[in-house]
Nanobody
Framework: QVQLVESGGGLVQAGGSLRLSCAASGRTFSSYAMGWFRQAPGKEREFVAA????????YYADSVKGRFTISRDNAKNTVYLQMNSLKPEDTAVYYCATRRTLSRGSYYTDDVGYDYWGQGTQVTVSS
């Protein structure tokens, strides 16, 4: 069982920045690929960013590429999402998720394969 707790959300003006954190319980954090997803009101949950177990490989949705950066610190059992140049359309509840994998270099963009999810943190970007 893995528990995930997100933090760092809030209200920010367009063009501003936020850094989300996701702290994981357990001693096998480095066995999990990690992902960030988001869900805006009235919309389906969508992929934002993913990172491999080792942290060496990352992947982004086109809508956030060049503005968001995913990273992880396996010693702290934490994954981060640095969000810059925020836009009103980035407003959503952001969720982190884990997927156990034997592959050190794999990342996953489909939410179906993720095993555990956090409770979400609200990000609101005003225009």
């Amino acid at each position: 069982q893995v528990q995930l707790v997100e933090s760092g959300g809030g209200l920010v003006q367009a063009g501003g920045s936020l850094r989300l954190s996701c702290a994981a319980s357990g001693r096998t954090f480095s066995s999990y690929a990690m992902g960030w997803f988001r869900q805006a009101p009235g919309k389906e949950r969508e992929f934002v960013a993913a990172i491999s177990r080792s942290g060496g490989i990352t992947y982004y949705a086109d809508s956030v590429k060049g503005r968001f950066t995913i990273s992880r610190d396996n010693a702290k059992n934490t994954v981060y999402l640095q969000m810059n140049s925020l836009k009103p359309e980035d407003t959503a509840v952001y969720y982190c998720a884990t997927r156990r994998t034997l592959s050190r270099g794999s990342y996953y963009t489909d939410d179906v394969g993720y095993d555990y999810w956090g409770q979400g943190t609200q990000v609101t970007v005003s225009s």
